[in-house]
C-alpha cells in the first residue's frame, strides 16, 4: 500500500472499492415522498444501506415564545438516530455529534425555505435514522428537503447534499461505511442545484488544494444526478392528483380535490396548513427562474452543464 | 397519548356512532385494521420490524450486546424495553426525555415479553456474575393513528423473531444463533366509548375513548399480563369477554407475526 495513512485495503489495483463500485460511482439511491400520513409532508430514503425517514410539521408556533421571529419563520430540523441503527446500540436521545448535524441541517434549509413568508412561525423536520452506514447527515439532509416540498412549503430549491473523500490516496465519491472509517477524508456537501449555493460543507481529514477543488467538482457532478431522483420522487407523489385534469388550467385546482381523493376513512379535517404541495412549489420554482434565467419556463435550466452520468474515471 | 383537545361534535358524534355499533372508518366493532410486518427491516440490528397496523407504522429494533448481569440474577441475561415517542409520529409528540406516555408503553410491552417468558433469559448468561448478553428492545412508531399498544408489542414480537445472538463475538469459535421464542404472546386492546367496546381504537376513537384495556394471551390462550387505562371503567362481564375476544384475535395476529 503505498499509501502511509491507511493500511486497510480500500480501492483495489484495478480503482474497484470494497463494495464494488467505481471511484466515482454512487451507492444506490431510493427516495419515495409522503410515506408518512400524520406528518404534513415526509419522504423516505434509502441511500446504499442507510435508511432515513423526514417528516415535516408547520408552518406552526414556534415553543418557546422567546425563539419566535417577527420577520421571518425559521426552520428547526432534529437528528436523531435510533438505537438498533448502528451496530453497537447507540445510546438514545440526542449526543453533541447529533446536536451539532441538527444545526448545520436546519441552517442548509432555512437558505433554501423561504421564510419571510411565514413569520412568527417554525417548521420542524424531524430525521430519524433507522440504518446507519455513513453519510447520513447527507441522506437525511436530502431526504429532508423533499419532505419539506411534499409539506407545499415554499421553497426556491430542493438541496442535495453527499459525501465524498479521500481514500488509500485516491479521490472516492461518496464514501461508505469503511471507507469513512479508514480514509483520509472525508467532505460532506450540500448544494442547491438550480443557483449553484453551497448550504453545507465540512471537512475532515487531509487534502491538498487541488484535491479539494477535484471533490467539490465531483460533489457538484453526482449532485445533479440525486437532484433528478429527488424530483422524480416528488412527480411520482403528486402525478396521481394531476391526472383528472390534464388539461392546461389545472394550477388553481382547489383544495377538495386533494383531500377527496386522499384517504375517505378519515375523520380529520382537511389540512389546511398544507395546500396542494406541488402546485405552490412548481409555481415558486418558475417565478425563481423566470427571474434568473431567459430560458423557457419549463425548461430545466442546466446548472451543471456536465451532469450526465459522471465518467472522467481519471480521478 | 392522547393530547389532543378534541371538539364537542366529533366526541359526540363518534361516540353516537359506537351506540349504534357503527365506527368512522366502517369497521365492525371486533374487527382490526389491516396489519403488514415487514421483517427484519434493518441489517444493523440483531432482530428488528417494521409493523403497519393500518396508518400506524412502528419501527422496532433488537440489539444483543455482552453487559454486566443484575446482582440478583447473576446467570441470566437482561432484557430492556425502551419506547421512544418520537415528534416525527405525531404533532403532539415532543423532543426530550421520555414523558409518562413513553413510559407506560414500553413498560406495558416489556411486561408482555417478560411475563410471558417469551424467550429464556438463562442460555443467554456468558460469564455467571459477570458477564451477559442484553437485549435492548428499542421501539420508535414512525406515525401514530391510535392504537401504540399493541402495534409497539407485535413489532417487538416479530423483530425478536428473527433476532440472532451474536455469540461470535464473544467465542470466535461459536456460531450466531437464532434466539429461541418459547412463547408468543399477543396483545389485544379494546376501547371503551358509551358503554360499547370497540377493538382496536384508530387515533379519533383513543381521543375520545373512557376507557381503555390491553389484554396480552399466549399461543395456549393463556393471560400473560394486562394494562387498563384512562378515567372510564369496566364491569367485570366486560373483562372476561375482552380476555376471550383477546384469546380469538391474538390467535390470527400470531400467524400473521410468526409467519
Not at chain 1, 407523489?237 to 385534469?245: G, I, L, Q, V
Not at chain 1, 430560458?295 to 435550466?301: I, V
Not at chain 2, 394471551?217 to 375482552?242: C, H, P, W
Amino acid at each position: 500500500m503505498s499509501d502511509p495513512h491507511s493500511d486497510v485495503q480500500l480501492v483495489s489495483d484495478e480503482g474497484m472499492r470494497l463494495d464494488g463500485r467505481a471511484l466515482d460511482e454512487l451507492r444506490p439511491i431510493r427516495i419515495e415522498a409522503g410515506v408518512l400520513e400524520r406528518a404534513d409532508g415526509s419522504c423516505y430514503l434509502e441511500w446504499g444501506s442507510n435508511k432515513v425517514l423526514v417528516g415535516v410539521y408547520g408552518p406552526r408556533e414556534v415553543h418557546p415564545k422567546h425563539m419566535q421571529n417577527p420577520l421571518k419563520g425559521i426552520v428547526q430540523a432534529r437528528y436523531n438516530m435510533a438505537a438498533f441503527s448502528v451496530s453497537e446500540r447507540k445510546r438514545p436521545g440526542p449526543d453533541r455529534r447529533a446536536v451539532e448535524i441538527s444545526k448545520i441541517t436546519s441552517e442548509a434549509l432555512e437558505c433554501v425555505v423561504l421564510t419571510d413568508q411565514f413569520p412568527r412561525t417554525t417548521v420542524d423536520v424531524y430525521i430519524e435514522v433507522l440504518e446507519a452506514s455513513a453519510g447520513t447527515r447527507c441522506a437525511g439532509l436530502t431526504a429532508a428537503s423533499v419532505a419539506l416540498a411534499d409539506a407545499g412549503i415554499p421553497m426556491k430549491d430542493l438541496v442535495v447534499a453527499l459525501a465524498s473523500g479521500k481514500i488509500n490516496g485516491k479521490l472516492a465519491l461518496d464514501l461508505g461505511k469503511a471507507e469513512d472509517n479508514f480514509g483520509e477524508a472525508d467532505v460532506p456537501f450540500a448544494i442547491v442545484p438550480r443557483t449553484g449555493e453551497v448550504v453545507l460543507l465540512q471537512m475532515d481529514g487531509h487534502l491538498t488544494k487541488e484535491e479539494f477543488e477535484t471533490i467539490l467538482e465531483m460533489n457538484v457532478r453526482a449532485a445533479a444526478q440525486v437532484y433528478e431522483l429527488q424530483k422524480q420522487a416528488l412527480v411520482k407523489r403528486y402525478s396521481a392528483y394531476a391526472e383528472p385534469a390534464p388539461g392546461e388550467e389545472q394550477a388553481a385546482q382547489p383544495v377538495q380535490a386533494v383531500v377527496a381523493s386522499g384517504s375517505p376513512e378519515r375523520f380529520h379535517e382537511p389540512k389546511i396548513a398544507a395546500p396542494p404541495p406541488t402546485d405552490v412549489v412548481v409555481d415558486e420554482i418558475l417565478e425563481a427562474v423566470e427571474a434568473t434565467t431567459p430560458a423557457a419556463p419549463g425548461e430545466e435550466p442546466d446548472v451543471n452543464a456536465d451532469e450526465d452520468e459522471a465518467e472522467g474515471g481519471d480521478i | 397519548m392522547p393530547a389532543d383537545i378534541v371538539s364537542f361534535i366529533k366526541r359526540d358524534y363518534i361516540h353516537s356512532m359506537a351506540k349504534q355499533g357503527v365506527r368512522l372508518d366502517g369497521r365492525g366493532m371486533e374487527e382490526m385494521r389491516e396489519v403488514e410486518v415487514t421483517k427484519p427491516f434493518v441489517t444493523s440490528a440483531e432482530g428488528s420490524a417494521r409493523v403497519k397496523l393500518g396508518k400506524t407504522d412502528v419501527v422496532v429494533g433488537v440489539k444483543i450486546e455482552p453487559g454486566t448481569p443484575f446482582a440478583d440474577r447473576p446467570n441470566q441475561g437482561v432484557l430492556i424495553v425502551n419506547a421512544e415517542l418520537v415528534p416525527i409520529a405525531s404533532p403532539d409528540f415532543e423532543t426530550g426525555p421520555p414523558r409518562p406516555p413513553a413510559i407506560e408503553l414500553a413498560r406495558v410491552t416489556d411486561r408482555a415479553i417478560r411475563e410471558a417468558q417469551t424467550f429464556d433469559l438463562a442460555p443467554l448468561c456468558i460469564d455467571a456474575g459477570k458477564k451477559v448478553f442484553m437485549v435492548f428492545i428499542d421501539i420508535h412508531p414512525v406515525d401514530y393513528h391510535g392504537n401504540l399498544f399493541d402495534s409497539c408489542e407485535w413489532g417487538a414480537l416479530a423483530a425478536l423473531s428473527v433476532a440472532t445472538v451474536p455469540w461470535s463475538k464473544i467465542d470466535p469459535d461459536r456460531k450466531d444463533e437464532r434466539l429461541k421464542l418459547q412463547n408468543f404472546p399477543v396483545s389485544i386492546t379494546v376501547a371503551k366509548l358509551s358503554d360499547r367496546l370497540l377493538v382496536d381504537p384508530s387515533l379519533d376513537e383513543e381521543e375520545v375513548a373512557d376507557a381503555r384495556l390491553t389484554v396480552c394471551t399466549d399461543q395456549n390462550g393463556d393471560v400473560r399480563a394486562m394494562q387498563k387505562g384512562l378515567a372510564g371503567s369496566f364491569t367485570v362481564d366486560e373483562v372476561k369477554y375482552i380476555v376471550e375476544l383477546s384469546r380469538s384475535l391474538g390467535k390470527k395476529v400470531r400467524s400473521k407475526l410468526a409467519g
